[in-house]
């Protein structure tokens, strides 16, 4: 069983900056595919980044290209989201997923695993 916990969350003045963690269980981890999501009351769950097992493929959502940069260490089971230039528009509660389907998946029924989610607040 794969589990998946984030980290990192927190309150935010606008442009501020916050470094997400997700930790990811079992040994291996660098055959999952991890993708960042988010949610707002009364919203869909939407696509944030995406990396690959080997971190070569990333794919960003348009609303945060240029701002928020993803990466993984592979040797501690761990994917990162940095998000730099923070705005009230990317308060939400952001989850990790995880999967072994090949590819960048940008679809939140592709992932098979889902952590509980950690709280972003920006402030204006």
């Known amino acids: 069983q794969v589990q998946l916990v984030e980290s990192g969350g927190g309150l935010v003045q606008a442009w501020g900056s916050l470094r997400l963690s997700c930790a990811v269980s079992?040994?291996?981890?660098?055959?999952?595919?991890v993708g960042w999501f988010r949610q707002t009351p009364g919203k869909e769950r939407e696509f944030v980044v995406v990396i690959s097992g080997s971190g070569r493929s990333i794919n960003y959502a348009d609303s945060v290209q240029g701002r928020f940069t993803i990466s993984r260490d592979n040797a501690k089971n761990t994917v990162y989201l940095q998000m730099n230039g923070l705005k009230p528009e990317d308060t939400a509660i952001y989850y990790c997923?995880?999967?072994?389907?090949?590819?960048?998946?940008?679809?939140?029924?592709?992932?098979?695993?889902w952590g509980q989610g950690t709280q972003v607040t920006v402030s204006s």
């Open positions: 997923a995880a999967t072994r389907r090949l590819g960048v998946r940008i679809e939140r029924n592709d992932y098979d695993y």
């Open positions: 079992g040994r291996t981890f660098s055959s999952y595919t």
